[in-house]
């Protein structure tokens, strides 16, 4: 057999901003209108300080308005409230985003759903929630419309075929697996108590993982020819007293057995801020009344 097609999340998420910019640069001059995304960050959880850095930086890069806003890791759940209020008032803003985890203090559901669901572009919010579930227009989560893009750019039509998504978290399994749903794939979501996971995985032609264990599907869980989608980002220990990052799949095995595959770094995770931007610009487009971008 032959190796796996690497699927490039990198290159993807390239040109995808690259069209995002341009798009932008129209609805400036057409329309004298920026999109603007708001982040915000509570505290200084250092994974999460290099994510609100990269949006930040990507967002202006597409020639977007970046709002910034650091508060506190003491702050309360009443202050956190007022701003998203604040946020959601302020036109110059088509995109709010409270970066995740919260500190303990603060109702993290409370807090996303306080957010005009017009405006919640990590698509968090339960309106967003249930208009993806019930196939209405809604804002949809980055990471899952990132690897739709992947396996719809990889597959070309994903109709009647198995997927399997491993994992059900309401970021990232459960609405992947609304989108296949979406796109007429027949849906398994497996997750800790699944019984039997390899077999359950074998049977997928699309296997999306996204569990947070590292490494922990192995090659012969993969059907040959199977689309494998890489979600985990695991830091283990690497050579001397370094680290790197390794997915949820053990990538050399089931490179081995895949048609294609994402790798870790380089695969699904660029495309989440794409998809960010992405999700900012429709916002911004939405809000204003023209047609949706492409
Ligand atoms: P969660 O911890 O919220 O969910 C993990 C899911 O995996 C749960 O549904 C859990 O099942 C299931 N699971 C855990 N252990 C097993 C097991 N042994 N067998 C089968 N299923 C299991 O994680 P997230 O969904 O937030 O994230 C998943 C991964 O994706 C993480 O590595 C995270 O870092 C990464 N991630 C990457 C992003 C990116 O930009 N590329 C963005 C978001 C996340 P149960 O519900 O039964 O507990």
């Given at each position: 057999s032959t190796e796996a097609r690497i699927i490039d999340g990198k290159a993807f998420a390239a040109s995808l901003r690259g069209r995002i910019g341009e798009q932008v640069?129209?609805?400036?001059?057409?329309?004298?209108?920026?999109?603007?995304?708001?982040?915000?960050?509570?505290?200084?959880?250092?994974?999460?300080?290099?994510?609100?850095?990269?949006?930040?930086?990507?967002?202006?890069?597409?020639g977007m308005a970046s709002f910034e806003h650091r508060?506190?890791?003491?702050?309360?759940?009443?202050?956190?409230?007022?701003?998203?209020?604040?946020?959601?008032?302020?036109?110059?803003?088509?995109?709010?985003?409270?970066q995740l985890p919260l500190p303990k203090q603060i109702d993290a559901?409370?807090?996303?759903?306080?957010?005009?669901p017009a405006k919640d572009v990590d698509g968090f919010h339960v309106i967003n929630a249930g208009r993806l579930a019930t196939g209405q227009k809604s804002l949809v989560?980055?990471?899952?419309?990132?690897?739709?893009?992947?396996?719809?750019?990889?597959?070309g039509s994903l109709s009647?075929?198995?997927?399997?998504?491993?994992?059900?978290?309401?970021?990232?399994?459960?609405?992947?697996?609304?989108?296949?749903?979406?796109d007429s794939c027949t849906v398994t979501i497996a997750?800790?108590?699944?019984?039997?996971?390899?077999?359950?995985?074998?049977?997928?032609?699309?296997?999306?993982?996204?569990?947070?264990?590292?490494?922990?599907?192995?090659?012969?869980?993969v059907k040959p020819g199977a689309t494998v989608i890489d979600v985990g980002i695991n830091r283990v220990p690497g050579e001397g007293d370094k680290t790197r990052?390794?997915?949820?799949?053990?990538y050399a095995e089931a490179a081995r057995v895949a048609g294609a595959i994402t790798p870790v770094p380089g695969g699904v995770g660029p495309m989440t801020i794409a998809c960010l931007l992405a999700n900012t610009l429709t916002a911004a487009c939405r809000s204003a009344g023209l047609p949706e971008p492409e």
């Open positions: 640069a129209g609805l400036k001059t057409r329309h004298g209108l920026t999109p603007g995304l708001a982040v915000v960050l509570v505290g200084e959880d250092p994974a999460s300080q290099v994510y609100v850095r990269s949006k930040g930086k990507q967002t202006l890069e597409a508060l506190d890791a003491s702050t309360s759940q009443e202050t956190l409230l007022k701003l998203v209020a604040e946020l959601n008032a302020d036109p110059a803003v088509h995109g709010i985003l409270v559901e409370a807090v996303i759903n306080a957010i005009d989560p980055c990471t899952p419309l990132g690897c739709l893009l992947l396996l719809r750019d990889t597959l009647g075929l198995e997927a399997v998504v491993v994992g059900r978290s309401n970021i990232v399994g459960k609405p992947m697996a609304q989108l296949l749903l979406g997750h800790s108590r699944t019984k039997d996971l390899p077999a359950v995985c074998r049977r997928a032609d699309i296997l999306v993982a996204a569990v947070g264990r590292p490494e922990m599907i192995r090659g012969d869980w990052l390794v997915g949820d799949v053990a």
